[in-house]
């Protein structure tokens, strides 16, 4: 790949961190706006890095984009206050900066916008989050001037994500899992590959105009994700699966507690449907992009048990 100049907004985040990474790998020029430069250092220390302080939900986008080749949108939220269609959170982060971010390409004459969007984005979805990211991909494609290419991924796993981390914390202090939506079904993709998907399509012309459903190799329920994440980190605990109306319940006073929720109500609204990518559409994924997927069971002992991860630090250390 020739030199190029990317500007990845959202690039602090955990896939962000993994994306520049492997971008940096490949010789690209990264620029990574963020409001707070402090909480970027590993990323500022990487060659070719450039953290720049920026509100990107009000500041002027046009000079970060100057002479770039192409902008990443990585930026998210998955909780917002209840509102028809969605709440303010949802609205400012998955519609209008988007929209502020194509707009300033477009201004900046930067000519590809790749974004993260979601499995299941339906602009007539059960929840707040899936109508969100909906209106999200037709901000993506507001500016004729620039081609946008969409990524939809199920739930992303990998050293650092929220998701698997978070039930194996759980089950460290918990008994038992009191569940929601306990059979639920996911298609878990790995970061690196979610990564991945993104360089090659930076790299391939015709990637324009498309949209990707990023889907794992396998499909487990919600139950048993959660009982692979306490197994890998030694900690499995047992998993009781809740009737609708009693998670709903627990959801709502989830959402009464400080801080993000573990679980809310629109989270649950999501999970009406199974987040797998539907075999009867034949959509374009990861392995139209040459990708091989990573099991899961391949990387997440890795970094959920302690004792791996000691091991990889001692191996690492030459020890």
Same mark, same amino acid.
């Given at each position: 790949m020739?030199e190029l100049?990317?500007?990845?907004?959202?690039?602090?985040g955990?896939?962000?961190?993994?994306?520049i990474g492997?971008l940096?790998?490949?010789?690209?020029?990264?620029v990574?706006?963020? @409001? $707070?430069?402090?909480r +970027?250092? /590993?990323? *500022?220390?990487l060659p070719?890095?450039?953290?720049?302080? &920026?509100?990107?939900?009000k500041?002027?986008?046009?000079?970060?984009l100057?002479g770039?080749d192409a902008?990443?949108?990585?930026?998210?939220?998955?909780?917002?206050r209840?509102?028809?269609?969605?709440?303010?959170q949802f609205?400012?982060?998955?519609?209008?900066i988007? @929209? $502020?971010?194509v707009? +300033?390409c /477009?201004a *900046?004459?930067?000519?590809?916008?790749?974004?993260m969007? &979601?499995?299941?984005?339906d602009s007539?979805g059960?929840?707040?989050?899936?109508?969100?990211?909906?209106d999200?991909?037709?901000?993506?494609?507001?500016?004729?001037?620039?081609a946008?290419?969409?990524f939809?991924?199920?739930?992303?796993?990998?050293?650092?994500?929220?998701?698997?981390?978070?039930? +194996?914390?759980?089950? *460290?202090?918990?008994?038992?899992v009191?569940?929601?939506?306990a059979?639920?079904?996911?298609?878990?993709?790995y970061?690196?590959?979610?990564?991945?998907?993104f360089i090659?399509?930076?790299?391939?012309?015709?990637?324009?105009q498309?949209?990707?459903a990023?889907?794992g190799?396998?499909i487990?329920?919600?139950a048993?994700l959660?009982?692979?994440?306490?197994?890998?980190?030694?900690?499995?605990?047992p998993?009781?699966g809740?009737?609708?109306?009693?998670?709903?319940?627990?959801?709502?006073l989830?959402?009464?507690?400080?801080?993000?929720?573990?679980?809310?109500?629109?989270?649950?609204?999501?999970?009406a449907?199974?987040?797998?990518?539907?075999p009867?559409?034949?959509?374009?994924?990861?392995?139209?992009?040459?990708?091989?997927?990573?099991?899961?069971e391949?990387?997440?002992p890795?970094y959920?048990?302690p004792?791996d991860?000691?091991?990889?630090?001692?191996?690492?250390?030459?020890?």
């Open positions: 020739r100049k990317v500007v990845v907004f959202g690039g602090n955990f896939i962000g961190s993994h994306l492997q940096v790998g490949e010789g690209v020029r990264v990574v706006p963020t @409001r $707070r430069p402090e +970027a250092g /590993a990323l *500022a220390m070719g890095v450039q953290v720049v302080a &920026a509100d990107i939900g500041d002027d986008l046009v000079p970060l100057q770039a902008a990443i949108n990585l930026v998210g939220v998955l909780h917002s209840r509102a028809k269609p969605y709440g303010p609205r400012h982060a998955h519609v209008d988007p @929209r $502020r971010i707009a +300033a /477009a *900046a004459g930067v000519p590809r916008y790749l974004h969007s &979601a499995l299941g984005a007539d059960p929840s707040m989050y899936q109508r969100s990211k909906a999200g991909e037709v901000a993506a494609r507001a500016e004729p001037t620039v946008a290419t969409i939809r991924p199920s739930v992303v796993f990998g050293p650092g994500d929220n998701f698997l981390n978070m039930f +194996a914390k759980m089950q *460290a202090f918990l008994p038992l009191p569940l929601a939506c059979d639920a079904q996911f298609q878990p993709i970061v690196g590959d979610v990564a991945r998907a090659n399509a930076l790299k391939d012309p015709k990637t324009r498309q949209v990707y990023l889907g190799p396998s487990y329920t919600l048993e959660v009982r692979l994440s306490g197994r890998y980190a030694h900690h499995q605990r998993v009781i809740l009737p609708a109306a009693l998670g709903r319940l627990q959801a709502a989830f959402e009464l507690l400080p801080g993000d929720p573990l679980m809310s109500r629109d989270n649950l609204d999501s999970m449907h199974d987040n797998v990518i539907d009867a559409i034949q959509a374009l994924t990861a392995a139209t992009l040459g990708i091989k997927l990573t099991a899961l391949a990387v997440a890795g959920l048990s004792h991860r000691f091991d990889d630090f001692r191996a690492r250390a030459g020890r």
